[in-house]
């Protein structure tokens, strides 16, 4: 999974903070347009977007608001666009934060670094008697460790850490195989199966990963 998205139109400033970002020790991917980031986004995924609002086509607004239907992925807008209104519509559509061009690398790393490690620092997550340990990449039930396959708990950990929301499959499939030219969608139902057996108590009844019913599965 790409660490961050770039969105930004402007090929020269996009390079120059990739060139940062990638100093940074940051898996970075950059798109000039937000068709293009959105099916970046949802074929690799990200942990998180930094986005421009003033795109061609798409713009950041709308990419935004897309995102944050499809998950909880941080979102920081940099943007040109500086009226009071344009932050509070930003910050509303579900952004995290919202820097003024231009701006400061120091200040934007510095916002990045703090995103992530709020987010993403704590390497324990624990839903009911579920424990999921994401530097281990273990899962344990009730206190016992579960067998888990790579695939398994990339699944199991991006929908506990979307929990409550619903996730389509196609989103699903994009974020966990999107970059495994050999897997077919199908395997998304099969890998939900295989997760049931192991979390569930009674798994023909799942009470942790429910099924919406025209859109895909979530976490409760």
């Avoid at 998205?5 to 903070?17: G, I, P, T």
């Avoid at 200040?107 to 997550?125: C, M, N, P, T, V």
Wanted: charged content about 30%; proline content about 3%; glycine content about 8%.
């Amino acid at each position: 999974m790409t660490d961050i998205l770039v969105v930004e139109d402007n090929e020269e400033l996009a390079d120059l903070l990739c060139d940062f970002l990638r100093a940074e020790n940051y898996v970075v991917s950059v798109a000039g347009t937000g068709e293009k980031a959105l099916a970046l986004y949802e074929k690799y995924g990200a942990r998180l977007l930094v986005l421009d609002i003033m795109l061609p086509g798409m713009d950041g607004f709308s990419l935004c608001a897309k995102v944050r239907e499809q998950g909880n992925t941080p979102i920081l807008i940099v943007s040109a666009k500086t009226a009071k209104d344009d932050k509070l519509n930003g910050l509303l559509l579900g952004a995290d934060d919202y820097i003024e061009k231009p701006y400061d690398i120091d200040i934007l790393l510095a916002k990045i670094k703090g995103i992530f490690k709020r987010r993403y620092s704590l390497d324990e997550i624990t839903e009911g008697n579920l424990t999921l340990n994401k530097e281990g990449r273990t899962v344990k039930k009730d206190g016992t460790l579960l067998e888990m396959t790579a695939k398994e708990f990339d699944l199991l950990l991006l929908l506990v850490e979307n929990k409550g929301k619903a996730l389509s499959k196609e989103f699903l499939f994009g974020q966990v195989w999107g970059s495994d030219s050999f897997s077919e969608p199908q395997t998304l139902t099969v890998h939900i199966k295989w997760l049931r057996q192991k979390i569930e108590d009674n798994p023909k009844k799942p009470q942790k990963i429910q099924t919406v019913w025209g859109v895909g599965y979530k976490f409760i």
